[in-house]
């Protein structure tokens, strides 16, 4: 059974500072989904990772499949940045997603 | 719509009714899920398809939980008998790739905020 964890699972950052945000997986993945959630609104889906490094506009996504372990960095940050972000990890059976238990960031002007 | 919607945004039931959330997903998508999401305890899939099955598998021992397929892009999350141990974000989410494929993008609808009270 794969396990997701997450840490932090709560982060407060200044405006500007550089944020980073871990996954950890038990289990030999396919791929392995961010998503952000803002306060009352819908899921958002960020990146997909098989490999490597994803970059779009303020955020990267790194995914190193030895390890089992993901980062999501945002840059920069911003009070709008503020959400709950959750790693998701694809496996190979079904390809049902195990979700971990989310990152909730705030972020101060 | 170019994404996956839900339907209702939140609801409340009483303890032991019955309910049912609409999915809308997209055209042409194959595989749709339905998960449970709490947050700080995680989320769990709920039920699964593919688009040739009308009635949906369901991973919850309960039998509580099932969900129909009436039409590809349509799918509607059944609930008997709801426990406020029910209460949760149902997410729907579908994808274009059939079960067991290596590449899949999915695409995930706003949820539904459900409170058993």
């Known amino acids: 059974k794969n396990e997701v964890e997450q840490s932090p699972q709560n982060l407060t950052a200044q405006e500007g500072e550089f944020i980073t945000i871990n996954c950890s997986y038990s289990?030999?993945?396919?791929?392995l989904h961010w998503l952000q959630q803002h306060p009352g609104g819908g899921i958002v889906s960020l990146f997909m990772?098989?490999?490597g490094k994803k970059k779009h506009g303020r955020l990267i996504a790194t995914i190193n499949i030895q390890e089992k372990h993901s980062s999501l960095h945002i840059t920069a940050s911003h009070p709008r940045d503020s959400a709950v972000y959750i790693c998701?990890?694809?496996?190979?059976?079904?390809?049902?997603?195990?979700f971990g238990q989310g990152t909730i960031l705030t972020v101060h002007p | 719509g170019a994404g996956v919607s839900q339907s209702p945004r939140y609801k409340v039931a009483k303890r032991g009714r019955d309910v049912a959330l609409r999915c809308d997903s997209i055209?042409?998508?194959?595989?749709l899920y339905w998960y449970r999401q709490t947050l700080g305890q995680g989320s769990e899939v709920l039920t699964y398809s593919q688009s040739d099955a009308q009635r949906d598998k369901s991973g919850r021992p309960s039998g509580r939980f099932s969900a129909e397929r009436p039409e590809r892009s349509v799918s509607t999350l059944k609930i008997q008998r709801t426990e406020q141990g029910d209460s949760a974000v149902y997410l729907c989410?579908?994808?274009?790739?059939?079960?067991?494929?290596?590449?899949?993008?999915?695409?995930f609808g706003s949820g539904t905020r459900l409170t058993v009270v």
């Open positions: 990772l098989s490999s």
């Open positions: 998701a990890t694809g496996g190979t059976s079904y390809g049902k997603l195990t």
């Open positions: 989410a579908s994808s274009p790739e059939t079960l067991g494929d290596s590449n899949y993008g999915y695409t």
């Open positions: 055209s042409g998508h194959v595989t």
């Open positions: 289990v030999g993945i396919s791929a």
